[in-house]
């Protein structure tokens, strides 16, 4: 009844932002668009509330082609970066404001706003001005606003990601849990990775021009279409390196240059990647698939390799150690009971059966 | 800074404030202690500076000519008037540029109509006043004042109120539109109550120099429509100069903007700060 669907969007100023974007969001469905900076997020939900206005495609809610009707006449509510709440305006009116719009009667927006105040436990606040209360508390705020007007598609631009850590992870519960939002379609974007992985039913993955990969998180994540994704998805970032792929037949494995770093590539990836033999590739090894090695440790199943630290992080539940191995820098994600020293050496076990390999000019992943 | 120093800048500022205090303040004592001497008294070679009598008779003999008070009223009329079609226009040109700067025409008619305000009065004045006779209200007429003084007012209105507008987000226009306003509805929701503060030290502005306008009024009206600011220098007696009257009246026609300036401060301040609209 209410999908919301998107075909062949473009928009552009100077240089096209949204490139003929296709996209289905199904009611209920709570999709979260993932990407860099300035990669067109915020354009495309402007798009879809009809702030902007496309160069070029179709945006329909359910049976309604909404392309050409202005915000005010769209079934679409939409939580700003800035939070953008009224600030000569009392907490209470701010969440009321779309229910005046329709100029409903008092004790129903009453009745209405108390709820939303009450599901997002802001009810103390509803007599103070956005001006007094903290960032946590604007955000849902604005979040009541958008959930009053009960509309057929939400569009939520980084609710969280100006809040503090605490703050932040105490919301995304609150996504979780907030059953209006899992009744109609719903557009969340953000830059972190986490915030996607965790609230995404499925997830689009925004690079230029439009989306490069969409699917759950689990698919996106274990198997990302381009070296972009790959490197967007995961926090260190995975290692890139870039390598080719040599030798005979089923004896295939990569080598980075004429720095010392390699590693078979063995069984069933071997013969899919056979065509690609001798090509130019870039590797994408995750760092928690890279495993330090304690003294006289063995890893079965691991290509182990020498190295020495070059820099460790200790940070608290993990930490992070980049070392140097042949003249290529690694990063490893290890356990926190051990600190490294610069200089140390230390032998690395990487899963080569997860390591991704990717096309070096086009970045597509070659396994898939 | 060594402390010696810092004490010298501190006695010269505080030298500097004195002055300045002294320039200021002077003329108002002047015009005090004027308004209650007598005619005589005022013309001495040795001019007193505390009056010898009291003469607090002198504000009673100002309003005894009935026409006196319907100046102040001619006056009013024609500042709020004025006031009140320099807002309205200003506020929607200013929303234009500020919102719509291409379509409105851009930087450079914005900074056109302002350049209007800074045209030297005195190069204009006659050829307006034969543009003003030749309507159908005349120059000897409220309309006429509030229509010319537009030229000076409207200018200044558009432009602050465009730096106005500017500093109001345009996202809560956009999330006003989301909650389903039309962009009428979402600009007196939203944007006027963020640049109320200030359309008010604008109003301020416009309606202080409405009031005190001389060069204009005094050729242009003066029969049907008279403004205290061309009936204080008639006060004279023969060749001689009521300076005690003129004071006294000058002095009473000075309350009014000098009270709506203490009534609304906070926002006199508040809109000149400007970023304090922001949320």
New interface residues.
């Given amino acids: 009844m209410a999908r919301m669907q998107i075909e062949g969007l473009c928009k552009g100023w100077d240089f096209p932002v949204i490139d003929r974007l296709d996209l289905t969001v199904e009611e209920g469905e709570f999709f979260v668009i993932v990407g860099p900076s300035g990669i067109g997020k915020t354009t495309l939900l402007r798009l879809i ?3 902007e206005t496309a160069n070029a495609g179709r945006i329909a809610i359910g049976d309604q082609d909404i392309t050409a009707l ?3 006449k ?1 079934p ?3 939580t ?1 970066e ?1 939070y ?5 305006l009392s907490v209470f009116e701010n969440i009321a ?2 229910l ?3 100029r409903m009667d008092t004790a129903a927006i009453r009745a209405a706003v108390n709820e939303v105040a009450e599901l997002l436990r802001i009810e103390a606040l509803l007599d103070s001005r ?2 007094e209360i903290s960032g946590g508390q604007k955000q849902r705020t604005a979040l009541g ?1 958008t959930l009053v ?1 009960k509309p057929r598609v939400f569009l939520l631009d980084e609710p969280i990601s100006h809040l503090d850590a605490k703050i932040r992870h105490e919301l995304r519960q609150q996504f979780h849990s907030l059953e209006e939002l899992r009744r109609v379609a719903t557009l969340y974007v953000t830059h972190d990775y986490s915030e996607a992985l965790s609230l995404g039913d499925r997830i689009g993955v925004m690079g230029r021009g439009g989306l490069v990969q969409v699917g759950s998180a689990r698919e996106v994540f274990m198997r990302p279409r381009t070296l972009f994704v790959a490197e967007h998805l995961g926090q260190p970032a995975i290692n890139a390196v870039a390598a080719h792929i040599g030798g005979e037949g089923a004896d295939l494995h990569v080598r980075a240059g004429n720095s010392g770093f390699g590693f078979p590539i063995g069984g069933t990836r071997a013969a899919a990647l056979s065509g690609a033999r001798h090509a130019r590739v870039t590797v994408g090894i995750r760092p928690q698939h890279i495993k330090v090695l304690r003294n006289g440790e063995d890893a079965p199943g691991h290509h182990v390799i020498e190295g020495h630290v070059e820099i460790y992080e200790a940070l608290g539940a993990n930490g992070v150690l980049v070392a140097d191995a042949g003249g290529i820098s690694l990063t490893a994600l290890t356990s926190p009971e051990h600190a490294f020293a610069h200089g140390q050496p230390v032998r690395l076990a990487l899963r080569t059966d997860a390591v991704f390999y990717f096309d070096s000019e086009t970045g597509d992943n070659l396994l898939l | 800074m060594s402390e010696q120093g810092a004490r010298l800048v501190r006695i010269l500022l505080l030298m500097f404030l004195g002055l300045w205090l002294i320039l200021t303040l002077f003329p108002l004592y002047w015009q005090f202690i004027t308004a209650f001497k007598s005619a005589a008294e005022t013309n001495r070679t040795i001019p007193t500076f505390w009056p010898e009598v009291w003469h607090f008779e002198n504000l009673a003999s100002v309003f005894a000519e009935k026409s006196n008070f319907n100046a102040l009223v001619d006056s009013f009329i024609i500042a709020t008037g004025n006031t009140l079609a320099s807002l309205v226009l200003g506020t929607l040109a200013g929303y234009a540029f500020a919102r719509f700067p291409r379509q409105a025409g851009g930087e450079n008619l914005a900074f056109w109509i302002l350049s209007n305000r800074m045209f030297p009065p005195v190069a204009v004045l006659v050829p307006m006043f034969f543009l003003f006779d030749a309507m159908p209200w005349g120059t000897d007429s409220h309309l006429s004042l509030i229509i010319l003084y537009l030229v000076f007012n409207m200018p200044l209105a558009t432009w602050l109120m465009m730096v106005f507008f500017r500093d109001a ?1 345009r ?2 226009e ?10 009428l ?2 600009f007196v ?2 944007t006027l ?2 640049v109320l503060p200030g359309m008010i030290s604008v109003a301020m502005l416009c309606w202080i120099f409405a009031w005190n306008e001389y060069l204009f009024a005094n050729l242009f009206v003066g029969t049907q429509v008279r403004t205290f600011t061309i009936v204080i220098p008639t006060f004279t007696h023969g060749s001689q100069t009521l300076w005690n009257l003129q004071m006294a009246f000058s002095m009473i026609a000075m309350l009014p903007p000098v009270a709506l300036f203490i009534l609304l401060r906070r926002y006199m301040v508040r809109g000149l700060s400007l970023g304090v ?3």
């Fill in positions: 509330a009809g702030l202005p915000p005010y769209r679409v509510a939409m700003f800035s953008a709440l009224y600030p000569h404001s779309p005046r719009a329709r956005p001006g606003r007007a | 987000p996202e809560l956009e999330a006003a539109y989301l909650d389903g306003y039309t962009p509805r979402a929701k939203v109550p963020l609209v922001k949320g």
